[in-house]
């Protein structure tokens, strides 16, 4: 257990979000980040008061700690995403004053700030690199680490993590769409859910770019699209078809990841949640995640 009297838990208990941030960042999963935390703050503990008396910058230590926790599991989610059934997209998050699961005290989602690189278009950018080059990058181009403490952290020399963050950061360059002012977002996406609501597939196809892509994430566990659904046409067919196969499904307008999205309900329990990556006027693609273990902050009571 931790002790009131130990001088380092002030900094341990500000350090949550940035870790938190971090950590959800470099893994795409609200879970998995809190989990990551969980198991910092324990090495913390697990250290002898005098050990810990020694750490000159408790906050750097956690950061550090964090960093390779979530190197390492980087590793090994490729190994588990062989094994996983359909598409995985990174686990959604709502804005925090949204959360349905919030209880008295600090949580997770309420930790996890929304901005620019937490956007589902992002993460999904993320999630395509090596470990190595996503942790450089984001610890060096969002958290601002200087490229000899990234080093230390990945294992590399600081030439090879600049190296490694500039290949990232092209990635996101050619993936990145067009600024879009979150208003004309919103109503893109207001005008995809009455389409979609009447059925009116014309509508549909007209808000879809021509060569749009729609992916769902079941994780085996409900039933979603294998493989992304690509074309206007056909995004729009699959997605008019919807209401037929969940009758009373009802679409609320929700931030998902800081951005214009929707959310899927049956009998007033999420069931999908989507986020819209928008260019122009035009949705060039639609992120579903259905998967019931990453709902959780959408449908905890």
Not at 143 to 159: H, K, L, M, Q, S
Not at 210 to 236: C, N
Request: charge should be neutral.
């Amino acid at each position: 257990m931790t002790q009131p009297s130990d001088p380092g838990l002030s900094v341990i208990l500000g350090e949550r979000r940035r870790l938190t941030n971090l950590a959800y960042r470099l893994l795409g999963s609200l879970a998995d980040a809190e989990d990551v935390v969980q198991e910092t703050c324990a090495r913390w503990y697990a250290m002898s008061p005098a050990q810990r008396e020694a750490v000159d910058s408790p906050g750097a230590w956690l950061a550090t700690v964090a960093s390779r926790i979530c190197l390492d599991l980087l590793g090994s989610a490729r190994v588990r995403r062989e094994r996983y059934v359909g598409e995985w997209i990174p686990e959604p998050l709502p804005d925090r004053t949204e959360w349905t699961g919030a209880r008295p005290g600090p949580d997770p989602a309420d930790r996890v700030t929304l901005d620019e690189s937490v956007n589902m278009a992002f993460l999904v950018v993320l999630d395509a690199m090596t470990p190595a080059e996503r942790v450089a990058f984001v610890l060096h181009d969002v958290f601002r680490y200087p490229f000899p403490e990234v080093a230390e952290i990945v294992g590399r020399t600081p030439a090879a993590c600049r190296q490694l963050a500039a290949s990232a950061r092209r990635r996101v360059r050619t993936a990145r769409p067009d600024a879009v002012p979150a208003a004309r977002r919103a109503g893109v996406v207001r005008a995809f859910k009455r389409a979609w609501e009447a059925r009116d597939i014309d509508a549909l196809i007209g808000l879809l770019a021509p060569d749009a892509t729609a992916t769902g994430d079941g994780g085996g566990l409900v039933t979603a699209a294998l493989h992304p659904v690509e074309g206007a046409e056909q995004v729009a067919r699959f997605f008019a078809d919807r209401p037929a196969a969940a009758p009373g499904l009802t679409l609320v307008e929700r931030t998902v990841n800081g951005q214009p999205g929707l959310v899927a309900q049956l009998d007033g329990v999420t069931v999908s949640v989507m986020a819209f990556a928008v260019t122009g006027d035009r949705i060039a693609h639609i992120w579903a995640v259905l998967n019931p273990e990453k709902l959780h902050p959408w449908t905890a009571g």
